[in-house]
């Protein structure tokens, strides 16, 4: 048996989460229903470019997200993780060409597997349900990623809704792209297409469900709206999650967002320049699912896929 680097421990372990839109690195230490994060990181590789078009990943954009995620498992390593594995969601599991990717994350030695979206939904209840608020009673979350948007909904019975819908950030991007200076006219079509969407989709599976007015947002599009609002790139996730927005925060925001040039989206504190485009996207879904669904107030929580993962 080899011996430990002087870091591990034997609960300190490391999920990727290889999104549609941006490859995420989570290190923890990991105890019976409780993950503490040591490192939160992120890299926009755009797996899901045209694949939602196409029905194919992109070689570049599997190269590119493998190397990325090669470099993670490597610092999670030389953190002490005696565990690095990764979760690929949308954009893998919609491709014809997925095994590609599985075999690109071999070579750079990172297990991977490529989750179904019932599947991706549970972890995210999961990793939602470790933090102390969320620990019981009522929950509605949502996790808007680039390819897809998972929706959850538990009460004291246990979990009423759970479903994967084909909705996200980088996928409403390629349909709807608007200008560097966006028009009344785009955005209109834009809230057209998601309230149409929420009509066929959302609001029939939902039926007679009882909804809690908070929301609670997983993901990156709520962090970054939180920093938006604050006005700063430091906000750790015990701060985050203290937070709340209420519904006009929402829409304030995203007015102001829409009404932006890319170029000034680009300079905001508290939003990398390389989601200038896609925060568009991520704000209108937050603001239509708020307004149909009847939620009055936002809980952002950096909680999801990644803590599901690590405590499955």
């Given at each position: 048996?080899?011996?430990m680097?002087?870091?591990?421990?034997?609960?300190?372990?490391?999920?990727?989460?290889v999104?549609?839109?941006?490859?995420?690195?989570l290190?923890a230490?990991?105890?019976?229903?409780n993950?503490t994060p040591?490192?939160?990181?992120?890299?926009?590789?755009?797996?899901?470019?045209?694949?939602?078009?196409?029905?194919?990943?992109?070689?570049?954009?599997?190269?590119?997200?493998?190397?990325?995620?090669?470099?993670?498992?490597?610092?999670?390593?030389?953190?002490?993780?005696?565990?690095?594995?990764?979760?690929?969601?949308s954009?893998?599991?919609?491709?014809?060409?997925?095994?590609?990717?599985?075999?690109?994350?071999?070579?750079v030695n990172?297990?991977l597997?490529?989750?179904?979206?019932?599947r991706?939904?549970e972890?995210?209840?999961?990793?939602?349900?470790?933090?102390p608020?969320?620990?019981?009673?009522?929950?509605?979350?949502?996790?808007?990623?680039g390819?897809?948007?998972?929706?959850?909904?538990?009460?004291e019975?246990?979990?009423?809704?759970?479903?994967?819908?084909?909705?996200?950030?980088?996928?409403?991007?390629?349909?709807?792209?608007?200008?560097?200076l966006?028009?009344?006219?785009?955005?209109?079509?834009?809230?057209?297409?998601?309230d149409?969407?929420?009509?066929?989709?959302v609001?029939?599976?939902?039926?007679?469900?009882?909804?809690?007015?908070?929301?609670?947002?997983?993901?990156?599009?709520?962090?970054?709206?939180?920093?938006i609002?604050?006005?700063?790139?430091?906000?750790?996730?015990?701060?985050?999650?203290?937070?709340?927005?209420?519904?006009?925060?929402?829409?304030?925001?995203?007015?102001r967002l829409?009404?932006?040039?890319?170029?000034?989206?680009?300079?905001?504190?508290?939003?990398?320049a390389?989601?200038?485009?896609?925060i568009?996207?991520?704000?209108?879904?937050?603001?239509?699912?708020?307004?149909?669904?009847?939620?009055?107030?936002?809980?952002?929580?950096?909680?999801?896929?990644?803590?599901?993962?690590?405590?499955?």
């Amino acid at each position: 048996m080899e011996a430990m680097d002087e870091n591990q421990t034997q609960n300190r372990r490391a999920v990727i989460d290889v999104g549609s839109n941006s490859v995420k690195l989570l290190v923890a230490e990991v105890t019976t229903g409780n993950v503490t994060p040591l490192v939160h990181e992120g890299e926009q590789t755009r797996l899901g470019r045209g694949v939602f078009d196409s029905g194919k990943l992109d070689p570049e954009a599997i190269a590119q997200t493998a190397f990325v995620a090669g470099q993670f498992a490597e610092k999670a390593r030389r953190m002490g993780a005696v565990e690095v594995k990764a979760v690929a969601t949308s954009a893998a599991r919609e491709a014809r060409n997925g095994m590609d990717l599985i075999e690109a994350f071999r070579d750079v030695n990172v297990p991977l597997t490529i989750i179904e979206g019932e599947r991706e939904a549970e972890l995210v209840l999961r990793g939602v349900r470790s933090q102390p608020d969320f620990a019981d009673g009522p929950l509605a979350i949502i996790d808007v990623g680039g390819g897809s948007t998972e929706l959850l909904v538990a009460d004291e019975a246990g979990l009423r809704v759970q479903h994967s819908f084909p909705l996200g950030t980088v996928r409403l991007l390629e349909q709807h792209r608007p200008s560097d200076l966006p028009t009344a006219q785009e955005r209109a079509k834009v809230i057209e297409a998601l309230d149409q969407f929420l009509d066929d989709q959302v609001t029939p599976l939902l039926g007679s469900v009882a909804l809690p007015g908070p929301l609670v947002g997983a993901g990156g599009t709520p962090v970054f709206l939180s920093r938006i609002l604050k006005e700063t790139d430091d906000l750790d996730a015990a701060e985050l999650e203290t937070l709340s927005w209420l519904l006009p925060d929402v829409q304030s925001l995203t007015d102001r967002l829409w009404m932006m040039s890319l170029e000034r989206r680009q300079s905001l504190a508290g939003l990398p320049a390389d989601r200038a485009d896609v925060i568009l996207f991520g704000a209108a879904i937050y603001e239509a699912v708020m307004m149909r669904c009847g939620f009055h107030q936002l809980r952002p929580t950096l909680r999801g896929v990644r803590y599901g993962s690590l405590l499955s």
